[in-house]
């Protein structure tokens, strides 16, 4: 359930009656989950995590689910995360497995997880580089929409988010990509539209045998990307991989003749003004590998999120080898 309030204290306000509350932030949002703590003087404890996607492993949500047990967390326990799409992913996988399911919360502090990471239920960690290969459906009770978190974000991780929003309405809403694009800034009533949309597909399609997959567009090029990213040492963020990877998925769709000629242009001034990668930095081959062993491939053939036109998308299954072919 996506609660789009304004402030901390309303957060608190929803859950001051949890009687076994733990905060589980990531470091880097010290301050936040300080102002949480202060609002709920009655949770447990709250357990920091450092984030990063090295450790974004099941390793480190292990850790978490130690520190859980000696705090005597029980099956009633209730996990509140703060933080950005690492932290609200691992905790939600925690809560998948910790005492064979517990409930919990996202309380997302990066504009990148309040349209996208935070959304839906999906939990997970990374596995030898490879992006979420192990992970649970697991429901978030609430995720809550605080504008005030957003506000000491750097300008890169904003443009991250914002490569998701953008991502959100070319699946669904062509006037409120327009908008997006005009503005350039991710007001409230934007974030808003995008989780709405996100949280519209999940309920169709809760654990993704269909119309869910639709939300990954950009995501099988921009995993690769990541991949290659994460084996060079490359300082490449998640929301600029997508952004990446909705242009090869633009090129793609318009090499089969899905959509217009032009539309990759289009996508490119528009993503270049808002001061968006547009060009992936590797080899179309470099990537294949990655690509042929994503957690959405089946049978050799991978489901590529396409696009028609902006705010309508489509899924196409062929193999890597038939996507390269047409790339190049």
Not at 127 to 150: H, I, W
Not at 194 to 220: F, S, W
Request: proline residues 4%.
């Amino acid at each position: 359930m996506i609660k789009g309030l304004t402030h901390i204290a309303d957060v608190a306000a929803f859950l001051k009656e949890e009687p076994e509350l733990y905060i589980i932030y990531d470091e880097n949002v010290a301050g936040v989950a300080g102002d949480v703590r202060k609002a709920l003087p009655l949770a447990k404890a709250a357990i920091a995590l450092k984030t990063s996607e090295e450790l974004k492993t099941l390793e480190t949500v292990q850790g978490l689910c130690r520190r859980l047990l000696e705090a005597g967390a029980s099956r009633n326990a209730f996990l509140l995360a703060v933080g950005g799409g690492i932290t609200t992913d691992m905790t939600g996988f925690a809560a998948a497995i910790y005492k064979r399911g517990i409930r919990y919360a996202n309380l997302p502090t990066t504009l990148l997880a309040q349209v996208d990471a935070a959304i839906g239920g999906k939990t997970g960690v990374n596995l030898d580089g490879y992006k979420n290969m192990l992970g649970a459906f697991r429901m978030p009770e609430y995720t809550f929409l605080c504008a005030d978190v957003l506000q000491t974000l750097p300008p890169r991780e904003l443009r991250a988010g914002l490569a998701e929003m953008l991502k959100t309405f070319l699946i669904g809403d062509a006037e409120a990509y327009r908008q997006a694009v005009a503005s350039g800034v991710p007001d409230g009533s934007l974030i808003a539209k995008a989780a709405a949309i996100k949280a519209d597909i999940v309920a169709q399609d809760p654990e993704e045998h269909g119309i869910r997959a639709k939300l990954n567009l950009g995501h099988t090029f921009g995993h690769a990307i990541e991949h290659e990213a994460q084996r060079k040492g490359d300082d490449i963020h998640h929301g600029e991989a997508v952004a990446m990877g909705m242009i090869l998925a633009t090129r793609l769709s318009e090499r089969i003749g899905l959509t217009q000629k032009g539309l990759e242009e289009q996508l490119k001034a528009d993503f270049k003004a808002l001061g968006l990668p547009i060009g992936c930095p590797y080899p179309l081959e470099n990537l294949a590998a990655a690509m042929a062993v994503d957690k959405k491939a089946a049978e050799g053939r991978v489901k590529w999120i396409l696009i028609e036109a902006p705010g309508r998308v489509v899924i196409q299954e062929m193999t890597v080898k038939e996507a390269m072919d047409d790339l190049r």
